[in-house]
Nanobody, 125 residues
Framework: QVQLVESGGGLVQAGGSLRLSCAAS????????MSWFRQAPGKEREFVAA????????YYTDSVKGRFTISRDNAKATVDLQMNSLNPEDTAVYYC??????????????????WGQGTQVTVSS
């Protein structure tokens, strides 16, 4: 089992920045990829970014490329999401997810094995 706890959400004005962090604990040695998702009110949960736990390679959805940066710290078992140039469309609950090496597929593709509880990000115009 892996436990994930997100932090760093909050309220920010358009054009501002926030940094989210996800702390993993438990059986992290089998982690293949860590991802961030978000869910806006009335919308489905969508993929935002992923990082390969082993080599640090990254993958982003088009709408955040050039604005968001995902990174991981293996020693601390954390994955961060630096979000710059935020706009109101980025308002959502942001979730951290972990994928184990045994789950198959790419590090950024389903299925995801563990989820955090989410952290709210609100961008005001």
């Amino acid at each position: 089992q892996v436990q994930l706890v997100e932090s760093g959400g909050g309220l920010v004005q358009a054009g501002g920045s926030l940094r989210l962090s996800c702390a993993a604990s438990g059986r992290t040695f089998s982690t293949y990829g860590m991802s961030w998702f978000r869910q806006a009110p009335g919308k489905e949960r969508e993929f935002v970014a992923a990082v390969n736990w082993s080599d640090g390679s990254t993958y982003y959805t088009d709408s955040v490329k050039g604005r968001f940066t995902i990174s991981r710290d293996n020693a601390k078992a954390t994955v961060d999401l630096q979000m710059n140039s935020l706009n109101p469309e980025d308002t959502a609950v942001y979730y951290c997810a972990a994928k184990e090496v045994y789950s198959g597929g790419y590090y950024y593709s389903p299925p995801y094995d563990y989820w955090g509880q989410g952290t709210q990000v609100t961008v005001s115009s």
